[in-house]
Every structure is written in structure tokens, then in C-alpha cells.
């Protein structure tokens, strides 16, 4: 069965159009022993790139590849790694099938990385971004029927996108039941940063930044003054 | 400071009606949402009544191609928190989280929330077992037993959506009959996993490390028991987003926006649409037309 059918098919082959310019690498990670949704991510991969000319994708085994899977810090799979055209690791994240509402979160990281423009971050937010300087990780907690997941999960990609220090992680709860588990995850869209702070709902990108910016910040020495 | 002839608080269906108007009226026209575009309506699965759409569609669908529609007539979106708005000469001056805007006219929208039921147990258990996203949260509670509070329209709809996963639905009802519309009652009615507890109340959500389930007390026996089930949907009304809204237009005493029939408030160009006003269906389509009755209201004074 096609997963993209209808309407979609004409939207996604002009925005492609409309938005595609440099190539995209997406590095496929799958485990074929114990992973249920790596036969439809495959197939959803393969469709996808009926749609573009300047999409590759190249599936590469978790378990056996492990150079790779330490290169790019890789702590489970099924997982999408996104690559620039000049085969430089973006930093964006897919844990588990981008389908359902996550479809669209899929979709925009695509464009992310071949058009380098960010749809979410206002100037003032992506320039205090930009100043992150050590090592962020932010995992956003998501299903794929959550209609307020995918912004949060576009947010962490254009985060990552425009900071080589940060890696935006989009999860599939279902798919990942340990680390749903590890982090409480009950309610989504539930967002980690750096396992320092964490947020959960619809929150408004400015917000986000913030919480963004206050974990960064919570590993630094501060100077106590007593009274 | 950026100026702008009509400022919009609000993404949802009539906070984007009302600018697909004023921006089509070449009105310059910012929209402010404080999360995410579509309002209440988009955390739904699916809406079938929406006129012109012959089969169900889904909100989020419905709302993205309304925010195309007003980005089409060069509305500009923010999304910020309004804080405080205040009078000047020449309209309003807006203060949001980050920033400062200025309006001729102003369109409140803001909507409203779901809201808290108050018994022991709640706070615990928010966001660890007691949701109000059926669609978010849903997929947790695959094979568990689980309670919705409340049976009008939007708690069985959200039943409906749940039954894809759960083990069983308990509709838990303050009242001695079911609110919901009968089209929406036939399809979970007669269903085995399916069963309504009606003319009692929540007294307590219970649990220890986990929501094991519902206290709940008959209202005409006064006979308490517990429902076990290890998730609690509430879906038990709603409360108006107007908390910054006090003291600058008048609200009833639930808080709701005063209006009248050209959803003007008690401050001149200032209008009000959608669920945060009063006396409104919160319905798609009723929000659509009081955000477009607000906004020909306010394209009339300011072209004067």
C-alpha cells in the first residue's frame, strides 16, 4: 500500500519543486531482527524519493555498521541520520517511522536541509541560538497521531540545523517504550533538553528558546555571592 | 515600535477567519498565537460537520489551509504572548513576551482551555495519567482500561478515537443523561468495551506510583466506589483564556467576553470571536462566523 496517496501527491511534488535546491543525504539506520516499522520506513523512503531527484538515501545496518553508529552517536534504531549536500551531519534526528502527523515533520526537515532556510525561528531567537557553544542535545518525545508534535519537532530540527553543537532528535514513543519510560513520558509532545530540562506541550518558539537556553546554561559554574 | 491597522490575538478558527477579512480588506494585519496555530479544534480527530466537506476531515488539515488562505492576503504571523494592552490616542499598544506592537483595531480570539476538575489526586497524576489530548496521549494507553469525564460532543468523539487502542472506555457523567449529539452517541452506544456511568461525580483521582483509576460518589445515593482504569481524559468544560484580559473589556462572571451582535466589546474597535465570548457554540463554523462578523465590524470603523 502507497502511504502517500491523493492530494498529498501533488503537494509534495510542488513543494519539493518549489523548495528542493541542494541535494539531501538521509542515512537510513534499521535493525532487521527486532524492528517493526523498518519494512514501512523503507518503503516510505523509497516513495519518497519517487518525488525529488535530489534526495539519496542509503540503509545502513545498526547493528553491524558500528563505525557509522558511533560517528553519528547513534543510541537506537530504527533512526534517520540528515546529511547536507556536502555530506556534513546536520545534527537532525528520526527515531522510529515519520508517519502519520510526523509526516509532515519529515517532509520539512527535508526542505530544511536543502533550501538552509528555517521556517520557525524568528532573527532574535536563531541568533541567540547560534551562540549555544557547547554540546545540546533535544529529544522531542512524540506520537503519530499528536497534531501539535510535529511543530514541536520542526522547532528541535531548525535548532540543530543552524547550530553544528545541537542535535534535534524527533522519538516515536511506541517505538521506543524504554526511553519513553526512562524520561516519564506520558503526555506529548514532551521535549528534553541536554536531560536537564524538559517541557511538555504546545509551547511557543520563543519559549522553547528559552528552556533551550536555560539548559545550556544549567551546566555552567555560577559565581554564588553570599549575603 | 511595528504598527498595524488590525492586531488578531489567536490561531484559532476565528482569530484566522478574521484576518483572511481584514487582510483581504488590505488591511495590514498580524496574527499573535501564544503556542500553535488551529486552536482547541486541532488537538481533535476528526470534524464531519463542517459545511463543504462531504466526508470527515482532519482539523489540522482544515486549519492549515485557513492560515494559507489569511498568509495569501499578507497576514503576518507572531507567535508571542500578549501580556498587558493599553489605550492610546490612535488605538492600542500591545506588550507582548519579546516584543511591542501597535494597532487601530484589535480582534480578541484568544479562546478558551479545557478545564481542571479540582479533586485530590489531580495535580499528582496531570500529564502522568490525566490528559486532555485523547489524539496526543492516546497511543499510551493501548490494551488499559481508561475513564473519560465527561460525554458531551468532544468527550465521546475523543472515546471514539480511543477505542482504536484501549481495552475499554468508562464515560464517567455528572448529569442523569448524556449531552453528546445523538449521531456521535450511536457509534460507541451498544459497544462491549464501551460504558457509561451516569449521575455521579470525580471525587478523587487514585493511585500510588500510577493512576490506578476514578473515585467517584453517586449524586442520588451518595454511594462512593472506585472505577479502576490507569489513564483519566477530561473533557469537562472549558474555561475563557481572558486572565490579561481583565479590567480592559467586560467579561461576565465566568470570565467570557461580553459582546454584541457585532461582537463589539465595551472598548471602541475592539471586537471579540470565537469560544472565549459569551453565550457561543463552541462549533468550528460558529467561530468562523463570529470571527468574520468581528472583523466586517472593524474593517467598517476603521474605514470611516
Redesign the interface.
Known sequence: MAFIEGDTQKVLKERFDQEMDKRVKILFFSDELNCQYCPQIKSLLEEVKGYTDKLDVEEHNFFTQKALVEQYKLDGSPALVFLDSEGKDTGIRIYGIPAGHEFASFIEAICLVSSGKTKTLPDKVREEIEKIDSPLEIKVFVTTTCPYCAGAVITAHEMAFVNPHITGKMIESMEFPEWAGKHNVYTVPKIIVNDKIEFEGAVPVKEYAKKVIEAHHAGEKKLIILP | MKEYDVIIIGGGPAGISAAIYTGRAMLSTLLI????V?GLI??SDIIENYPGFPEPIQ??ELMANMEKQAKRFNVQFE???VNTIEPVEDGYVLKT??DEFHARGIILATGSSPKKSGVPGEEKFL???I?F?A??????Y?DKDVIIVGAGDSGVQEGL?LLNFVKSVTFLVYKPVIKASKALLQKVQGKENVRFILNSDLIEVVGNERLEGAKIRNKETGEESVVPGQGIFLYIGFKPNTGFLKGFVDLDEKGYIITDKRMATSRPKVYAAGDVTKNTYAQVAVSVGSGVTAAMSLIHDLEK
Do not use: I, N
Open positions: 498565537e501564544k503556542a500553535a488551529g486541532a488537538s482539523p489540522t507567535f508571542d504572548t513576551d519579546w500529564g502522568r495519567g490528559t489530548c489524539t496526543c496521549d492516546g497511543p499510551f493501548k478515537f
